[in-house]
């Protein structure tokens, strides 16, 4: 079967996204005590440029207001070498949702804190990053200076103690300062700091599966797991696919108006699921059908949904050199990797109520077969792993191009994701 109309678009888009070298970024979510986002940071991945290069194209990126790609209208705090802090920081003040993040050796530099001040006065929201600075570290005293220009500061939650992130927690807080959790790599970390007067959370944590001694399945995960069951069964075609979620309104809804928006571009509007099943392909709809079914789980983050299709995008994309059907198994795999947190449940569990190819299964099971190398890779890439001398430039930048219109993709579904009917 050749490609479609649309899967020929998203290429050429791709090709574009590719040929602008777009940065090699990860998007770090911050949550807030309701697990909802509260801001992301952006880090740049290394490639062999220095630094200082790579801060002059952020810095162009801030200009030209493409770094709303990676924000969508959320704030977003970054990091720029001291050199364009002093010169070209001005840059950051015409977009009143970035923030920068400080380090506690700013308070050494007077060229630097007399530009901090400055920017702090005219409303530049300032993160001072205490990552690294352990409880016999300086006190808070001696950063008096930086607190006093900060409105939000981040603790590393890896380094500190209970007593001591209690302490340096509470302290912060009683100063006016919103205090950000850092490095909480576990669910306990996690749990411990919320009960602390924590602004926001950030860490691999929402990526890993929650311990559970006896896991049960909820009435509504129950029900996403038999939707997903039957997507899955052989012998669907259009009509079948149709049936499945037709009593499903609130379903059908998100799916019609997220294939007929302007993203797609399509010839003309499709009016049913079986349409859009006959147009994108079986394999296609089914994968999307299963990301609206998915977002109906209120009781998750919802940047951990984004992070499933963010993934299973990518995994996608960096199978273009498979056949059409892999590259769709490829995207089943970057969705369903994330499972076992949407779930609450072990992988193994779940995967019982689901008739996945042996590949799929090998993959998420024993991180084994084709799709498990794209995973991987995808895995390295949002934990920040993937580094110039590792990996070549072309590798790297092929990477960031996918991660990028990874990111405009998953955005776009999860806006649909989480509509409901007037």
């Known amino acids: 079967m050749t490609d479609t109309a649309v899967e020929a678009a998203q290429a050429a888009a791709l090709a574009g996204t590719a040929a602008s070298s777009p940065l090699p970024v990860v998007r770090i979510p911050m949550l807030d005590r309701d697990r909802q986002l ?5 880090l740049l991945q290394e490639d062999g440029e220095d630094e200082h290069a790579h801060g002059h194209r952020l810095l162009s ?9 990676w924000a969508r209208g959320n704030r977003v705090f970054l990091r720029l070498p001291r050199e364009l802090v002093l010169e070209q920081a001005d840059q950051v003040l015409r977009h009143p949702r970035i923030g920068l993040v400080v380090s506690p050796a700013a308070i050494h530099d ?8 400055q920017l702090s006065a005219r409303g530049c929201a300032l993160l001072l990053d205490l990552e690294g600075v352990s409880s016999d570290a300086p006190a808070d005293e001696d950063l008096r200076l930086l607190l006093d220009l900060a409105r939000y500061v981040r603790l590393d939650a890896s380094r500190l103690d209970e007593a001591a992130l209690r302490e340096r927690c509470e302290a912060l807080h009683a100063r006016g300062l919103h205090v950000v959790a850092g490095h909480v790599n576990d669910h306990d970390t996690c749990n411990r700091c919320m009960g602390l007067p924590f602004a926001g959370i950030q860490g691999p944590y929402l990526l890993r599966p929650e311990k559970v001694d006896m896991p049960v399945l909820t009435a509504n995960r129950l029900s996403v797991l038999r939707l997903l069951r039957a997507l899955e069964e052989e012998g669907n075609g259009p009509v079948e696919l149709g049936q499945i979620i ?9 799916l019609l108006g997220c294939v007929n928006s302007a993203y797609f571009a399509l010839p003309r509007q499709l009016k049913s699921v079986e349409q859009a099943a006959i147009f994108f392909g079986l394999t296609r709809m089914r994968n999307w059908i299963s990301t609206m079914a998915l977002s109906g789980m209120d009781d998750r983050p919802p940047e951990l949904l984004r992070a499933a299709l963010i993934r299973a995008h990518m995994c996608e994309q960096l199978a273009q050199h498979m056949s059409r ?7 089943t795999t970057g969705l369903f990797s994330l499972l076992e947190s949407l779930m609450c449940a072990p992988m193994e569990l779940l ?4 008739p996945l190819a042996p590949d799929i299964r090998a993959a998420l099971l024993d991180q084994q077969g084709p799709f498990a190398a794209l995973l991987e890779q995808v895995q390295r890439w949002e934990a920040g792993e993937l580094r110039g001398g590792e ?3 072309q590798h790297i930048r092929r990477m960031a191009a996918a991660y990028l ?3 405009r993709w998953a955005d776009h579904v999860h806006s649909f994701a989480e509509q409901k009917p007037h």
Not at 38 to 42: G, I, N, R, S, T
């Open 110 to 117: 007077v060229l630097l804190l007399e530009r901090l001040r």
């Open 61 to 69: 990126t801030i200009i030209d207001g493409s770094v709303t790609q």
């Open 405 to 407: 219109e990874a990111i």
């Open 38 to 42: 509260m801001a992301y940071e952006l």
């Open 391 to 393: 990996a070549s430039p």
């Open 325 to 331: 059907e892999q590259r769709e198994m490829a995207f």
């Open 351 to 354: 995967l019982q109520h689901l």
């Open 246 to 254: 037709r009593n499903d309104v609130i379903l059908s809804y998100k």
